[in-house]
């Protein structure tokens, strides 16, 4: 069974989020996997974060997958669209399309994830 394995909300200003969830809920973040555009969120379940971006009224979904690749290959035969596979620290991910044009991503976790 696919589960959601990580999501991300994204914001035009990381520290005034930060400040505001924190403020709000109490979230604590991890500046050892956290960037200047990026605020990991610690000890969160599933894992998620703030990304700087545009301003979006719905989060980043990302599924968790164990073979990025094939999975990619499926949302093309299945009539959708998926981008290559982007490499980071905690994997890869691709942002793909339903056969309706419904985004998420793809994520395959690096070892340890």
């Known amino acids: 069974m696919i ?18 969830y924190a403020g709000l809920f109490g979230w604590r973040f991890d500046d050892a996997s956290s960037s200047p555009t990026y605020a990991h969120v610690a000890e ?18 990302y599924f968790r997958v164990d073979d990025i690749e094939a999975a990619c290959a499926r949302v093309v035969e299945l009539g959708g669209r998926a981008a ?27 070892p340890g994830y």
């Open 44 to 61: 969160g379940t599933p894992p998620f974060g703030l990304t700087k971006g545009e301003h979006k009224a719905f989060p980043n979904l």
């Open 84 to 110: 290559v596979p982007a490499e980071s620290p905690s994997g890869l991910s691709a942002v793909v399309s339903d056969d309706q044009g419904v985004s998420f991503s793809l994520w395959q976790p690096a």
């Open 3 to 20: 589960q959601l394995g990580y999501f991300t909300l994204d914001t035009p200003d990381v520290d005034k989020a930060r400040a505001f």
